[in-house]
């Protein structure tokens, strides 16, 4: 499923060292957030928000 839709505003939340607790995940998906993965690798909180932001933009040049 294609979660990233051209022109509307996205939200990307970036967890912690050590992921977010399950209740935090339980939260975000009762409030309408979904869950995205960023390949298999770990990534720093610092490279993942990058990453993420990365390929909204490359999605978006379509």
Do not use: C, W
């Not at 970036?14 to 869950?35: H, M, Q, T």
């Not at 993965?37 to 993420?52: F, I, K, P, Q, Y």
């Amino acid at each position: 499923m294609d979660v990233l839709r051209r022109g509307v505003e996205t939200t990307v939340m970036v967890g912690p060292e050590g992921d977010f607790s399950i209740d935090e995940v339980r939260l975000a998906l009762k409030n309408g957030y979904r869950s995205v993965s960023l390949g298999t690798s770990r990534l720093r909180t610092e490279t993942a928000a990058l990453v993420a932001v990365h390929m909204m933009q490359l999605k978006n040049q379509k």
